[in-house]
């Protein structure tokens, strides 16, 4: 008798296992861009989305832990 697979083992499509890396790879050449180009406020939009990998990193280990 087969079981059914759980959420967690349960194949997933290549758009649905990269589309959290390629968000934050999009946010942080934006942060980069933003950076380069702008002054003043846009110097702190630009680091807000160069912290988003690392909020990600500390959300997922916090999730582990």
């Not at 968000?23 to 003043?40: H, P, Q």
């Not at 846009?42 to 916090?62: H, K, N, S």
């Amino acid at each position: 008798m087969k079981h059914a697979p759980s959420p967690r083992t349960a194949p997933r499509s290549l758009a649905r296992v990269f589309a959290l890396p390629l968000l934050l790879l999009a946010a942080s050449l934006a942060g980069l861009l933003i950076g380069l180009t702008g002054e003043g406020p846009t110097d702190w939009a630009a680091a807000a989305l160069l912290f988003l990998p690392l909020f990600a990193i500390a959300f997922a280990w916090q999730r582990r832990g």
